[in-house]
């Protein structure tokens, strides 16, 4: 193997599930959890003579997604269907698009480990509805669900531009950020909302000739997990295949594969079919989407700041770690919780530690995100202020945020109605100190007398000060005095 080099090469496929009410060609509802074939209809069972009707907020989410992933908006495009029998797609075909898609030649940037960042092209995103579920969990036979069949699905296909396993994570965390942003998902991957199929293949030199393993199609990954060690797998089952039997893309077909993950790996399913093999054909029965300039600039005014830019500006302009930006733009909500009390005045980092350690911890007992404990942006910046000024200690002030959260009321109210409001008269604070010092005439020894107990007796002194004030003394003063005294 000395003379083998080989690179990864990765596509990926994902169908995001858009958060409209209604099914994509009628008005069934959506929801997750009903009761089985509770919401269908003729026309998502595709009954004899039932007609499909656009959802039109599908459309608009998907355009939305579109221009956020930097792709061309054609002015025209239009519904086909692709044939294929599964017991969970009445229809015996799907509605999707074939030549035509609603969006196409555009690309997604990707944060890398090394604070770098990669574009992967977009090669098309394209409507289509999904399919029902099956269900081999209720005896020796298959139950059939079709709640499903009929919901909006975007399908995002890449070009091979991913070369790992943590690049393909890294756009699929990426995009979930973006979809969410722009509210046209929910992007829940527990609830099927995202699903991933990675194309993967290696490109191996050996001896100077270049050789092409088939490429292996993984279908619907659900999980972060799942999609980067099916990846990390893929590679490594195909570089031991090439080894051992030679086989090449021009001697194999593309085949699809599961992913086993109670044992991290690949199963082999099937063969994959080629587009001829689905008989397109545009479907009779939808018109085309003719979209207009003023249709566009409409659908383009709702679009917000990306969360890779936002992280990007929270780096720049408010000198936050690319980790913290990170954490802070996890979650649009909060984002922009954190943006609004910056830039009423707050100092960005002050926020950002009172959001990530006090509001992350309390969001985990809540279960909920930071933003949806309920502190708005104006109480939110005051007590950063409060803290800033020296009102309230660190530790007051996570007991006031606390309280902010259970109350409602603002930091202020707070602080006074508990009796956390830091005290920083000198006059008062010298008096503590002098009674601490009366009564700890060793610790007061040690600490002159320097060497290795000095820093330990000095660290009591103050514990001692603190707890003598309930707290309340400003540590700042407390020092001040203490080096006055003790030098």
């Known amino acids: 193997m000395s003379d083998l080099e080989y690179k990864v090469i990765v596509g990926l496929e994902i169908h995001v599930q858009l958060a409209t009410r209604t099914k994509m060609f009628c008005s069934c509802e959506l929801g ?48 086909d269907r692709k044939s294929y029998y599964y017991p969970d797609l009445p229809k015996n075909y799907q509605i999707s698009q074939y030549d035509l898609p609603m969006s196409e030649h555009g690309y997604i940037e990707i944060p890398l480990e090394d604070g770098s960042t990669k574009k992967i092209r977009i090669l098309r995103a394209h409507l289509e509805e999904d399919a029902g579920k099956n269900t081999h969990t209720l005896g020796n036979f298959t139950a059939v669900d079709l709640n499903r069949a009929g919901t909006p699905l975007l399908e995002i296909v890449t070009e091979p531009d991913l070369s790992s396993g943590a690049e393909v994570k890294a756009l699929a965390v990426e995009l979930q950020r973006i979809v969410r942003y722009l509210g046209v998902s929910e992007a829940d991957m527990q609830k099927g909302h995202m699903r991933f199929e990675p194309n993967v293949n290696l490109h191996i030199t050996r001896g100077g000739q270049l050789y092409k393993t088939p490429i292996s199609e ?115 909500a909060t984002a922009d919780l954190f943006d609004n009390a910056v830039k009423a005045g707050a100092d960005p980092k002050r926020v950002c530690n009172i959001l990530t350690q006090t509001g992350a911890k309390l969001a985990k007992d809540k279960e909920c995100s930071v933003a949806e404990l309920g502190v708005n942006s104006e ?53 503590l100190v002098d009674a601490v010092l009366a009564d700890n005439a060793q610790a007061v020894e040690q600490v002159q007398a320097g060497g290795k107990k000095s820093k ?32």
């Open 218 to 332: 993984v279908k619907n990954l659900n999980s972060f997990r799942a999609l980067e060690g099916s990846v990390t797998y893929e590679a490594a089952r195909q570089l031991d295949e090439f080894l051992e039997t030679g086989i090449t893309m021009e001697s194999g077909n593309k085949r699809t594969y599961g992913w086993d993950d109670e044992n991290n790996r690949t199963v082999l399913q099937r063969e994959k079919e080629e587009a001829h093999d689905y008989r397109y054909f545009p479907d009779p029965d939808l018109v085309p989407v003719v979209m207009t300039p003023e249709w566009l600039d409409d659908i383009r005014s709702r679009l917000c700041e990306m969360p890779l830019a936002m992280e990007k500006r929270f780096v720049t302009e408010y000198g936050l770690s690319e980790y913290d930006a990170g954490v802070i733009t996890s979650e649009k």
């Open 32 to 79: 997750f959890g009903q009761e089985p074939n509770t919401s269908v209809c003729p026309v998502c069972l595709g009954m004899p003579g039932s007609l499909p009707v656009m959802n039109k907020q599908a459309f608009e989410y998907s355009v939305m997604a579109g221009l956020a992933l930097n792709c061309n908006i054609p002015s025209f495009t239009k519904w």
């Open 456 to 487: 330990k007796a000095r660290g009591f002194i103050m514990g001692q000060v603190m707890q003598r004030s309930k707290g309340q003394a400003n540590p700042k003063v407390v020092n001040q005095i203490l080096a006055k005294k003790l030098g």
């Open 379 to 431: 109480n939110l910046t005051a007590l950063a202020k409060m803290i800033d000024d020296g009102d309230v200690g660190a530790s007051a002030a996570a007991q006031v945020f606390e309280l902010m959260v259970e109350t409602g009321d603002t930091p202020g109210q707070v602080a006074e109605k508990h009796n956390l409001i830091q005290k920083s008269d000198a006059s008062e604070i010298e008096s």
